[in-house]
Each structure stands twice: as C-alpha cells, then as structure tokens.
C-alpha cells in the first residue's frame, strides 16, 4: 500500500505495526486521533513528504523507487530521523535486551558457557554503537556541510565515506547473524527457555529494524546526499551561493519567490514530457543545471510533480493546452 498525505496516520499502524518506530523517531506523538498524516507532521514540524518517504520506503519493504523518493525528501529531516534511531538502537533497545538476557540465562561462576554468551552479545553491541558513533562523527558532519551550502574539503565525494559506511553495514549483519545462531544452537539447557525464547524474539526483531535502517541509509539517504552534493559543487563551481539549507530543512520558513525566465522554459520542457538529459540538451546547460533549476522550480511553486507542473503551467499561462504530453 503506498500511503499519501491524506491517509490516516492511524492507518499506518493498523496497516504496518513496524511504522510505530518511524513515527515516534520521527517525534510524532501517539494520541493523533483521525488526523491526516499531512495534519499529524504539522502539528509536530515533520516535514511531510520526508516522513511520506521513509513510511513508503518501509512499507514497501526497500522496493520503492529510491531515485523518486530521493527528489521528494529534506536530506536535514532524514538525517534528524536517523540520528534519533541511533539514540532509540544504542540508548535504548540494545541494553534492554541485555537486560532480558541476564533474566533469563544462569549467570553463576559454575557456568562459563552464559559469560561467553554475554560478552558476545556485549562485543555486538559494542560493534553497533562504535558504528553509529562513526555515522553521527563523519558522515552526518560531511553531510550537514552540504546543508550549510560549503562543499567540504577532507573528502572529494560522499561516496568515499558511503564504502566504509556499507562495509559497516554488513559487518553488523553478520555478527547479529552469529549472535542468534550461537544462542539458538549453545544456550545452555538450565536456563529460563521462555524467557530466553522471548529474548531471542527480541534479538530478531532488532536485526530486522537494524536491516532496514541500514537499508535506507545505504540507498534513500545516500541518493538524497548525492543529488545535494551535485547541487552544492555545481553552485560552488560557478562561484555563486547556495539556498541548499534552507529548501532542505523544513524548519527555515521558505518564502514564495518568482519564476526566472529559465525556469519557466525548463517547466515547458518538463511538461513536454523531455527527459533532464533532454531538456539540458535543447537549452544548452548541463544535466546538473536542469536539476538546479527544477529544485528550485519545486521550492518556489510546492510543486514536486510532473502532473502538478502541468496544472501550474496551463493555469499561469506558460503553455497551451494541445502542447501537453499527456
């Protein structure tokens, strides 16, 4: 199911019980009644279409088109939100497991076996925060420079920090791996089976949560970082500033500016049905132009889509109606 503005934020969890820990990083509170989650996100200064984003991206389990949501999201709002799941995995989830764990194993000196169990799932968490830490200190920095409208200078691209950032990832995968299999296959036979058996759930659950935040990072977040770092070179490349923080962060108000005369032309193209490489080719701009000037297009408008351009475009006069590509 894909959900729009206009659903009910109730639906998102009748529909996806996952979508509970979306919300709440994203600081949406319970107790949201029959609002929309367009009405939900306002009331607690989410920005909509980022939180749409994420909440499709789930749901879909990863299968969304990244390239499409990637163009929609505030790359300032994502990077809050996973910077709450870093605190909700390190501060929260993990020690609680930690503590179902000590319940339910025998943790006397006559059993070396539980010791072992524990220290491991210690070295695994140990793994994740050293991870998320990595995350907050570097790529979050280099990211929040790209906000900042500055292209930073101790690394040339976002994707020299991504490699390392993945190469995490998958390390995290395979200790939570082992972590399971030694429990299921060494948990020693005098320990609490029902409690172990319901920590074990618990370990499952989170390696599922941790997938797929590591999912979206690896894909959704790093597609959004690089479509901001191509608009931040380019501006830099031709000696001008950057607007970047602002249309990226939905807590700086944005005020409604006028068309220039390219980017009327660019919003013809568009609803001609030209591609950016096509358009970049009939204006005689770069592809990265286009896509400077099609942000900026959906800044000032609040018009993200090729259907919405075309309305904005007949009703404003910009192109008749017989020259539409419907």
Same mark, same amino acid.
């Given at each position: ?119 491991? +799932? !210690?070295? +695994? ?5 050293? %991870?998320?830490? +990595? ?68 370990? +499952?659950?989170? =390696?599922? !949560? ?15 970082? %690089? ?15 950057? !607007?970047?923080?602002?249309?990226? $962060? ?12 390219? =980017? ?31 942000? $900026? ?6 018009? %993200? ?10 009703? $404003?006069?910009?192109?008749?109606? =017989?020259?539409?590509?419907?």
């Amino acid at each position: 199911m894909h959900f729009t503005e206009n659903a009910h934020m109730s639906d998102l969890i009748h529909d996806d019980y996952r979508l509970l820990q979306v919300i709440s990083r994203f600081g949406v509170s319970l107790g949201f009644g029959d609002q929309s989650v367009a009405a939900a996100c306002k009331a607690s200064g989410v920005d909509t279409a980022t939180f749409l984003a994420v909440v499709n991206f789930i749901q879909s389990e990863g299968r969304a088109s990244v390239d499409e949501l990637a163009e929609e999201v505030s790359v300032a709002e994502l990077m809050r939100y996973l910077q709450r799941s870093h605190a909700y995995f390190v501060d929260f989830r993990l020690p609680a497991i930690r503590r179902k764990l000590i319940e339910a194993i025998d943790c006397s000196a006559k059993n070396q076996i539980t010791f072992l169990i524990l220290k491991f +799932y !210690d070295e +695994y968490a140990a793994e994740v925060q050293r %991870h998320m830490e +990595y995350e907050n200190d570097h790529i979050h920095t280099y990211v929040q420079q790209l906000l900042d409208g500055k292209v930073p200078t101790k690394h040339t691209d976002y994707s020299v920090l991504a490699h390392q950032h993945q190469d995490n990832h998958s390390s995290i995968n395979k200790s939570s791996h082992e972590l399971k299999s030694i429990i299921v296959k060494y948990y020693p036979s005098d320990s609490d089976t029902q409690r172990l058996a319901d920590t074990l759930m618990d370990i +499952y659950i989170m =390696e599922e !949560d941790l997938f797929s935040h590591c999912h979206l990072e690896d894909t959704l977040f790093a597609s959004a970082v %690089h479509l901001l770092e191509i608009e931040v070179k380019a501006k830099a490349k031709e000696g001008g500033t950057t !607007d970047n923080a602002t249309r990226r $962060n939905p807590s700086v108000e944005v005020t409604s500016e006028e068309l220039s005369e390219r =980017e009327k032309e660019v919003i013809r193209l568009v609803v001609r049905g030209l591609s950016n490489k096509e358009i970049a080719e009939k204006m005689f701009i770069s592809a990265n132009t286009v896509m400077t000037h099609r942000r $900026n297009i959906a800044r000032k408008t609040q018009i %993200h889509s090729p259907a919405g351009l075309t309305i904005y475009a007949i009703v $404003n006069g910009l192109i008749n109606l =017989e020259e539409v590509k419907l």
